[in-house]
């Protein structure tokens, strides 16, 4: 019988439970992960199983840690996750959002796009910390992003994107993220990139202002590679607040959006 | 001929131009995003683009904050 513990493959002619494995090879632990779900200590290993086993509040040694971050994710997904790459352009209340639960998620290559500097006025919806105010948000959100996972490769662009420069900042990316602000932003990428990035996976927003019910969001496709989501209707602007619940619940469609076309589900 | 703009069906005359299908339907062209059969048609060619019996359009609208 063949099964994977902490990343690495393991071979036994005998029946075993978890705590049979963990006797076997001395590792202390007390948190039992099964194909992406916890177990019991009882539980009897089957062939092909891939299994974590985590000491509560210890960081292992670092060949480990990689598996243990995403025990509860299955390791099929994240072979293929770790070897995705994604583009976020804007780092605000989407961007930033969306980039961090992309690296959750496991994303090998992140690369960052924003000119501005984190300010007050964006710590009540986006990612950052009131300690980074004043520097740049590619480099905040890389600090942040580095903090979660050590396993993801962060590159950052500190321009502004117009239609000079689009197409090769976001060129060779299997995943574009359009998390402007401005409308006008929004508009330049879809108009530049549908079209002539059709290897490329679009998904933009439109309409998160407020905090509407989220069940009027919607899903538009266009073309065939790219799909905006949001309620289409509620702009941001003089008493039309951003909050954070309903932009980053915009930015995690986003990003559940990247991790469907990237595993397939569809 | 029958034109379908966002999920409903229209009938135009002949030769209409994508702009004159947005005018005619009353949608503001301010922040629209025009898709004619798959392909996004850039605002400076609503003008130029001579829409085909049975293509579907997508207008969609773009606003801003994020």
Known sequence: ?266 | MQIKVNGKIYNFDDNITLENIINQLNISHQNIIAEVNGQVVLKEKFNKTVIEDNSVIELIKFVGGG
């Open chain 1, 1 to 266: 019988m063949n099964f994977i513990v902490n990343g690495k493959d393991y071979y036994t002619e005998k029946t075993l439970t978890i705590a049979d494995l963990i006797k076997e090879i001395n590792i202390d632990a007390d948190i039992f992960i099964v194909n992406s779900f916890p177990v019991a200590a009882s539980y009897i290993i089957n062939d092909s199983d891939v299994i974590t086993l985590i000491k509560k509040g210890s960081i292992l040694d670092k060949e480990y840690l990689e598996y243990q971050l995403i025990s509860r994710q299955g390791l099929k997904e994240y072979n293929i996750l770790k070897n995705s790459s994604a583009v976020i352009c804007g780092l605000g209340g989407l961007g930033s959002n969306a980039a961090v639960s992309l690296a959750r998620a496991g994303i090998g290559r992140l690369k960052l796009i924003d000119f501005d500097i984190v300010e007050p006025s964006n710590i009540n919806r986006q990612a950052y910390f009131l300690e980074q105010i004043g520097i740049n948000k590619t480099d905040a959100l890389k600090e942040i992003i580095n903090k979660i996972s050590p396993y993801i490769n962060v590159e950052i662009s500190n321009i502004y994107l117009d239609e000079t420069n689009i197409l090769s900042e976001l060129s060779g990316f299997q995943i574009i993220l359009e998390c402007f602000d401005s409308v006008s932003s929004k508009m330049l990428l879809i108009e530049k990139c549908v079209n002539n990035m059709p290897e490329s996976y679009i998904i933009g927003a439109s309409g998160v202002a407020g905090y509407y019910n989220t069940d009027i969001f919607k899903q538009k496709y266009i073309g065939s590679n790219c799909i905006i989501i949001g309620d289409f209707e509620n702009e941001a602007g003089i008493n039309h607040g951003l909050y954070a619940p309903r932009v980053a619940a915009a930015a995690n469609i986003q990003a559940n959006e990247a991790i469907r076309h990237l595993l397939k589900d569809k």
